[in-house]
């Protein structure tokens, strides 16, 4: 054997080492994700569900201030947008519940699994809350400038001065 081929087969060794030891390395990561799965889960339902009551104040609050009729408001379907992604999530993550609550290791493995369709419809969400906010601060935005124009109006009117 050269002095070449005995190098090769060493790098060759050498390589798969290395793809041994990622392959390692992913694995004790996929283990430690099955393992926490349940957590997660639990964490996302929780989060979900003060969510949907946060959007409950705001649909509530919108409906009381009658802001529906302001010019440019778009809250409304803002707020549509981030409870349907709201929705689409808290029904993937409770159907993941349901079956980490049957089966706990194989449950895990499905969620992890499903993690990536999970992080995308999260990002939907996330998109559509910042939509929203954006939307609300618009919204406050028109109403103090209508705020401020009434108190112009008002103290030119009586000559009232600050």
């Known amino acids: 054997m050269s002095g070449f081929e005995v190098a090769a087969a060493v790098a060759g060794i050498v390589s798969l080492g290395v793809q041994i030891g990622e392959g390692i390395v ?5 283990a430690i994700s099955i393992k926490e799965a349940p957590q997660n889960v639990q964490r996302f339902i929780d989060e979900l569900d003060l969510l949907n009551h946060v959007f409950t104040d705001i649909a509530t609050a919108h409906k009381i201030e009658q802001l529906d009729d302001l010019p440019g408001s778009s809250v409304k379907e803002c707020l549509s947008l981030c409870q349907n992604a709201a929705d689409i ?3 993937v993550v409770k159907e993941v ?6 089966r706990k290791v194989i449950g895990s493995m ?3 699994l499903k993690q990536d ?3 995308r419809i999260k990002n939907s969400l996330h998109s559509a809350q910042l939509m929203l906010i ?3 601060q618009t919204l406050i935005e028109y ?3 209508i705020v401020v124009k009434a108190c112009l109006f008002l103290m ?3 000559r009232i001065e600050f």
């Open 89 to 91: 999530l808290h029904r």
């Open 117 to 119: 369709s999970i992080d």
């Open 97 to 102: 519940n349901s079956n980490i609550e049957k």
């Open 26 to 30: 992913k694995l004790k990561a996929f």
């Open 143 to 145: 109403v103090l400038r």
């Open 156 to 158: 030119s009117s009586k």
């Open 110 to 112: 499905k969620f992890v």
């Open 134 to 136: 954006l939307s609300k």
